[in-house]
């Protein structure tokens, strides 16, 4: 992997295999309410997972962080009322305990050769009513 913009990274499961994944186009939906007054949103995007002998779709990725602890993140899509931009957030969990459970922007973890990775969502512009846009992570070594 390399610094800067990409569609996938490489990552460690938490039973020590090397997968690759990526983000799932966002998409949008609009819904009529009351007065038939129609409010967009966007949908949720799945990890695309890539490892041995295995390629699937799942809301989570369950990874290694940096300090060796298996989390297992899903991302959420966020539509601004204003402008229709779209911003990205990762709900974190950390296996067995609850007690560090959060949502932020970023997630941390560790590549294939053992670095430590800092992964995030930059938001995109505005996206047509029924269209989809691709996903891109911002990744930086650490």
């Not at 499961?13 to 009529?32: E, H, I």
């Not at 800092?118 to 512009?125: F, R, V």
Request: with cysteine; hydrophobic share 30%; glycine share 12%.
């Amino acid at each position: 992997m390399t610094p800067g913009k990409s569609k996938t990274i490489e990552y460690t499961t938490w039973n020590g295999k090397n997968y690759t994944a990526s983000l799932q186009d966002v998409s949008t939906r609009v819904t009529f309410g009351i007065g038939g007054v129609g409010v967009k949103t966007t949908i949720d995007p799945d990890f695309h997972h890539v490892g041995p002998n295995d390629t699937h779709d799942d809301k989570w990725i369950q990874y290694i962080a940096w300090n060796g602890e298996n989390w297992a993140s899903q991302c959420h899509s966020h539509t601004d009322p204003i402008d229709g931009g779209v911003s990205f957030s990762f709900e974190h969990f950390r296996f067995g305990a609850t007690d560090s459970d959060h949502e932020d922007g970023t997630i941390t973890f560790i590549a294939w050769d053992g670095s430590h990775w800092l992964l995030s969502a930059p938001p995109i512009g505005s996206i047509p009513d029924g269209g989809s846009t691709p996903v891109y992570f911002n990744l930086e070594k650490h």
